[in-house]
């Protein structure tokens, strides 16, 4: 369905601040021009939704699955566009109506991370805006101890691709891996890589230490200047955070314990959370339990992380376990994150004047099913 004018109704409407039972939305020109309880009289096409859920599209901030698309297998490469054209499909039916995929600058690290590949690769993304279903916007991941990073980054910042900037450190010893264990394990197990090449990139990670805080002032004074929101990754302590604040940095990604997740709340910094973690209850590093900072009170955003498909069942996760009422748990994924990158006035909620980013959802089979994604009022996925 192309056409951007039309009704859905006999719907349950997730809003901002509430459910919405019995309830039609009009759609005229991609853009939500009327929600009413009961019917809405107006020609044209209408949807009955039959009393699913209508919530708004989720808006993910962080998710490395293009790199998977890419790289599947170690040195084991697939054509860009193709890669980014098939994981479009997979978004829309997962629900995510704007993505930003997330590549890392850590060369030497793990195979398209390198910076000359991870530039390409924003570039072609950008190139191929136009023909993507999907919202697409770039998050570009710094890994500050790259010290040869910095010239790609600066360029692709200037020409206006990147549209979300967070730093990470992934030295052993601090974040998300607190013994070099830890780090060996990780690296050695999910990329392959040998004892000495990760004996390698830890020495060169130690050997620039003292040259890391120019690179991120750098970083930091241009997002400030182009006004590109920014993040940080696996945060550890209340020093950190207080550290964000004074930087402007406004997300905390994956805080790796509650010191962080508290530090970030009370300091009135976003905590992003990743949907996999609150689907299998904890983290696969063994570091902070999403669930259980969100059941205390902390977390705002969830995002995909590396798995597009949880973000559904992760919200569906929170309110079945009573920690959140469904329309706080869509919140996380909708509205928090839209305000996080100042796009909530356009869209990340249902709301008169609002794009039209929409996704039905039936819960009336073993797990709730995504039967329509809408963007900006066009349907870009459906099964029935």
């Known amino acids: 369905m192309q056409n951007r004018n039309f009704v859905i109704e006999n719907a349950t409407v997730v809003l901002p601040s509430e459910m919405a039972e019995r309830t039609s939305i009009k759609i005229e020109g991609g853009i939500i021009s009327k929600i ?27 998710s490395d699955a293009i790199e998977k698309e ?17 994981l479009d499909k997979k978004l829309a039916a997962c629900g995510v109506t704007t993505i930003f995929h997330a590549l890392s600058f850590a060369e030497g690290e793990i195979g398209v991370r390198c910076n000359r590949t991870a530039s390409e690769i924003i570039k072609e ?25 910095m010239p790609y980054l600066e360029a692709l910042l200037r020409d206006g691709h990147i549209h979300l900037f967070s730093l990470m450190d992934h030295t052993p010893g601090q974040g998300q891996f607190k013994e070099v264990a830890s780090f060996k394990n990780y ?3 999910v990329y392959k890589k040998s004892d000495a090449e990760l004996v390698r990139i830890i020495d060169r990670k130690l ?3 003292e040259s890391v805080k120019a ?37 905390s990604e994956f805080p790796v314990n509650m010191d962080a997740v508290r530090a970030a709340g009370n300091n009135g910094i976003y905590v992003c959370l990743g949907s996999p973690n609150v689907l299998r209850g904890n983290s696969q590093a063994k570091n902070l339990s999403a669930r259980d900072a969100i059941a205390s009170g902390y977390g705002d955003i969830l995002c995909s992380d590396y798995s597009p498909m949880t973000i559904l069942h992760a919200v569906f996760t929170l309110h079945k376990h009573d920690i959140f009422p469904l329309y706080k748990a869509v919140n996380m994924a ?3 994150p839209a305000r996080a990158v100042g796009i909530s006035d356009k869209t990340g909620c249902i709301e008169e004047g609002r794009e039209a980013d929409l996704i039905m959802v039936d819960t009336g089979e073993e797990i709730p099913r995504i039967v329509k994604t809408f963007v900006a009022g066009r349907e870009v996925f459906s099964v029935c």
């Open 125 to 149: 993304i950008n190139r191929l805006l136009p023909k993507l279903n999907v919202r697409t916007k770039v998050h570009a991941r710094f890994e500050i101890t790259d010290d040869g990073a």
């Open 207 to 209: 050997s620039v230490k």
């Open 36 to 62: 009413r309880k009961g019917n809405i009289n107006s020609g044209g096409m209408r949807i009955n939704a039959q009393g699913r859920y209508i919530l708004p599209g989720f808006i993910d901030l962080h």
């Open 70 to 86: 890419i790289e599947p297998r170690p040195n084991c490469h697939f054509p860009v566009n193709i890669a980014l054209f098939e």
């Open 187 to 189: 690296f050695g197990t």
């Open 334 to 336: 909708s509205l928090n």
């Open 215 to 251: 690179h991120v002032d750098h970083a930091v004074d241009l997002c400030k200047t182009m006004n590109i929101p920014m993040a940080s990754h696996d945060d550890d302590s209340e020093e950190k955070i207080c550290w964000l604040k004074e930087k402007g940095i406004r997300i």
